[in-house]
């Protein structure tokens, strides 16, 4: 039996694994702290509050119905509908496409991933891979909608445009994401039966704790598309604490700590002299070099702050949306959609095998992109 200093260490351990990404992103965070000093005003904006508070507002509300039963409920039902593992993955990638048009590529994975995660408890399901092919779909539907995720929300309204004219100038792109990602899903999906009764039964149905996250979840929804993120986030904190104090325990704070360490350190790294001079010595105007110059930016900074950075630089916000959205695939720090499901699958490996798949699919989907954009007069 381990002694209590051993066990201590495995625990420490365990816990800085758990937390690279945060750990990471903190370093950073101290580094330019020290390299290029800046006002405190500056840090409480790359803070970005009211996104945290969104999160934070989703996320119990997420695990609301998690606790209830529902999802585990919900997994045995789909694993039932599925013929085989990669008729599933079909099902919960075009599933996360679809959710990620209407309610933004995070919502989404909030959704989808404990789901996932439920649906591999009772079988040999490559719930990896799933969740991997889950963030590349909620990146390839968003890619569609003007207000799934942020970059499209703020060019769309940049644009002028109609949400239908929107989604008509990204839909060549989104053809192309979604054919590779299918065929993405063929070639690392098996085409083995599912077994859905090889798992632990459902735990008892909490019907008030359901209903009760999801009127929450909509409510979130709703505040949030208001710019009410503090309110969304008093509301469900009041609630919990109230009635079900548990759901509060088991949430994941150190996912809120990683997306702060983030926010602050990619905001920071973005004003960094260096990459500004980068920045601005690029020939943006210039379709092709604005193209692969948003793409590279993405993968360093993500591409939420790689559109704030160049929505003024890019020639049209249009060729800027199509370029940002594809930068979301790649690293996993293209976008803040890969780095969520990651975390929500918490497992070792995770992130070297999203590599493996999602850099394959940027290199062939950034010039077929771009092809097909030329093609068609984009």
Do not use: K
């Not at 945060?22 to 006002?39: E, I, K, N, Q, S």
């Not at 995720?149 to 769309?156: A, D, I, K, V, Y």
């Not at 949430?251 to 990683?258: E, H, I, N, S």
């Not at 990651?342 to 092809?371: D, K, M, Q, T």
């Amino acid at each position: 039996m381990a002694s209590p200093r051993v066990a201590t260490a495995q625990r420490l351990g365990r816990l800085l694994r758990r937390e690279r990404l945060a750990l990471g992103f903190g370093a950073l965070t101290l580094l330019l702290a020290v390299a290029d000093p800046r006002p405190w005003a500056r840090w409480r904006d790359w803070l970005e509050l009211p996104t945290l508070l969104g999160l934070l507002a989703l996320l119990a509300s997420i695990e609301g119905v998690r606790a209830s039963g529902a999802v585990q409920r919900a997994a045995q039902r789909l694993a039932r509908r599925a013929r085989s593992q990669r008729g599933l993955a079909v099902m919960l990638v075009l599933g996360s496409a679809l959710l990620a048009m209407a309610l933004t590529n995070d919502v989404s994975l909030f959704l989808l991933v404990p789901l996932t995660l439920e649906l591999g408890r009772g079988g040999d399901l490559p719930v990896r891979r799933l969740v991997i092919l889950e963030a590349l779909g909620v990146n390839a539907g968003s890619t569609l909608s003007p207000v799934g995720n942020p970059q499209n929300l703020l060019l769309w309204r940049e644009s002028g445009l109609s949400m239908l004219q929107f989604a008509e100038r990204m839909l060549p792109a989104f053809a192309v994401m979604l054919a590779l990602l299918l065929l993405t899903v063929r070639l690392v999906v098996p085409a083995r039966a599912v077994h859905p009764d090889g798992g632990a039964p459902p735990p008892p149905l909490r019907g008030a704790l359901a209903a009760v996250s999801a009127l929450l979840l909509l409510a979130v929804l709703a505040l949030l598309q208001a710019g009410l993120a503090a309110w969304a986030a008093l509301l469900v904190l009041a609630v919990f604490a109230l009635g079900w104090r548990e759901v509060l325990r088991r949430l994941d704070w150190g996912l809120l700590a990683t997306l702060a360490a983030m926010f602050v350190g990619l905001g920071h790294l973005a004003v960094w002299p260096p990459v500004q001079r980068w920045i601005g010595a690029w020939a943006w105007r210039e379709p092709l070099p604005g193209y692969l110059g948003a793409i590279v930016l993405s993968q360093g900074l993500s591409n939420v702050p790689a559109t704030v950075l160049l929505h003024g630089l890019v020639a049209s916000p249009m060729r800027l949306a199509v370029a940002v959205n594809v930068g979301g695939f790649g690293l996993a720090m293209g976008s803040l959609a890969n780095l969520i499901a990651l975390r929500l699958h918490g497992e070792r490996g995770a992130l070297a095998e999203f590599h493996r798949i999602s850099v394959p699919f940027l290199l062939a989907c950034a010039p077929a992109v771009w092809a097909v954009q030329r093609l068609l007069g984009g």
